[in-house]
């Protein structure tokens, strides 16, 4: 009997520890497993036979941003781009083509740490880098703020919201979106105090009702990195307009998979709600 209490008790014990290991980890280590950066570029807007300009912009906190800018010859307005969580910009040349299709000049850029930005990725630190991005269509490229579409995929959508909640858009589309880090954190570490420990929380649900602008949500029931559930959620809590895209296909392949229903659906949502 006091064999098997002491083996119990340093079942516990190892139990324990290890639980306080990820605890530590979880807490410590949050950014890498959130960010995940690439920093040489494997291709270019050439590629695929569109012209571009590269550009760095400053952020206020002084690191240097890089990003494209895609000019269409008749555009019906610039749409900011903001990416997902992986990657860097040269991994989207899919959706760079699909959005001159739609006859819209793009800004698209690296976050911190990510292609050839300087600095390491953070919460903050998007947010600066996002507003770096309007900034220069307003100043530099003479870009009317209602005339800017503010895009965001993945962790980009919560960017998005983020900036969309300051600043004045034509209209946000958010697409592959999550209601808030935290809300992700409890789905994949249900076993983690993890509203206690997230440094990381970017609360998109409770910023996308102060949202005046037409909304666009996009999101799989096929998502399985961000539950379908979690962009029903933003949606019902946005004002109106709003509009919600269904698409099919997994969280990286969706918009390709979903094909012209995709492309329809943004330019029927950019018809309706485009200022003039």
Known sequence: MNILRRMLTSILFILVTVWLLLVVLMYTLQDRFIYYPHKS?????????????????????????????????????????????????????????????LGLSVLIIDYRGYGRSQGHPSEQGTYLDAQAAWDYLLSRQHTAAQNIIIFGRSLGAAVA????????????????????MVEMGKRYYPYLPVQWLARIRYP??????????????IHSPDDEI??????????????????????????????????ETYISGIRSFLNEHLSP
């Open 226 to 259: 961000i539950p379908f559930e979690l962009g029903e959620q933003l949606f019902a809590s946005a004002r109106h307009p709003k509009s919600f895209l269904k698409t099919r296909g997994g969280h990286n392949d969706g918009f390709l998979l979903t094909g």
């Open 204 to 217: 998109s649900i409770e910023r996308i009702a102060n949202i005046s602008c037409p909304l666009l949500v």
């Open 41 to 101: 570029l494997s291709s270019t807007p050439a590629d695929i036979e569109l012209p571009y300009e590269d550009i760095f912009l400053t952020t206020a906190d002084g690191l240097k941003i890089h990003g494209w800018y895609i000019k269409h010859p008749e555009p019906l307005a610039t749409l900011l781009f903001l990416h997902g969580n992986a990657g860097n910009i040269s991994h989207r040349l899919d959706s760079l083509q699909i959005f001159h299709q």
């Open 161 to 180: 919201v983020q900036l969309a909640e300051q600043q004045p858009a034509d209209a946000l589309i958010i697409e592959s979106a999550f209601t808030s």
